[in-house]
């Protein structure tokens, strides 16, 4: 299956310069946040596929602005033929945004879907808007990742983590692509293709 991860910049590629045959052979959208709710409509309209979202630290407009023909899967996992997909938006907390948790809020976040986690033996993809502690992450508070998302990659191996946040201008550190164990970690940075077999 194909599918197209976006996030933090809105692709000039995919809408100031659409062209349908952009997105053939895409099955499925994945938004890591902190793009415009129209944006996302945009994609779902002429995609004609699913687009799921998480929140990112910007995105408080979602709530009275929320993406039209999209699927929010904060805090759910939502499974796309047979893909189970775990989505936990925002980022650290740095200042006083609706999106943004300290570590223990976020732990807090995670034990409450321990039970999900149960029934569905896990998740393939792990959707977020923040990278996982230490994997390609920042140092800086707004930046650094979270260590509960290190730990759940870790205790339940997804084939994917797909996070945004850290913009590939930021800084050689920052990678599209890195491997963590048996888990292949993808910045969603503007849009990256990917396949899942």
């Given at each position: 299956m194909?599918?197209m991860?976006?996030?933090?910049e809105?692709?000039k590629y ?10 053939d052979g ?16 945009f ?6 596929v ?8 910007h995105?408080d ?9 999209c ?10 033929k ?15 945004g ?13 034990k409450k879907?321990?039970?999900?986690f ?7 993809i792990?959707?977020t808007?923040?990278?996982?502690y230490?994997?390609?992450d ?29 913009h590939m201008?930021y ?5 599209r692509h ?12 503007e849009?990256?293709l990917?396949?899942?077999?």
């Amino acid at each position: 299956m194909k599918i197209m991860a976006i996030s933090d910049e809105e692709s000039k590629y995919l809408w100031d310069y659409y062209q349908k045959e952009k997105l053939d052979g895409v099955e499925l959208i994945l938004s890591s946040g902190d793009l415009d709710p129209d944006y996302l409509s945009f994609l779902a309209t002429v995609s004609s596929v699913p687009v799921l979202y998480v929140m990112g630290n910007h995105d408080d407009k979602y709530f009275s602005h929320p993406p039209e023909g999209c699927i929010c899967i904060e805090n759910k996992i939502y499974i796309h033929k047979g893909i189970r997909i775990l989505g936990l938006g925002g980022s650290m907390r740095y200042n006083n945004g609706i999106n943004q948790y300290t570590e223990k809020e976020m732990t807090e976040r995670i034990k409450k879907l321990r039970f999900k986690f149960l029934i569905n033996k896990g998740f393939d993809i792990l959707l977020t808007h923040s990278p996982a502690y230490g994997l390609n992450d920042g140092k800086d508070l707004p930046h650094r990742g979270f260590q509960v998302f290190h730990s759940i990659i870790n205790q339940y191996q997804p084939k994917f983590f797909v996070h945004g946040h850290m913009h590939m201008n930021y800084n050689r550190q920052c990678k599209r692509h890195i491997q963590h164990g048996s888990t292949r970690i993808i910045n969603a940075y503007e849009r990256c293709l990917f396949e899942y077999e």
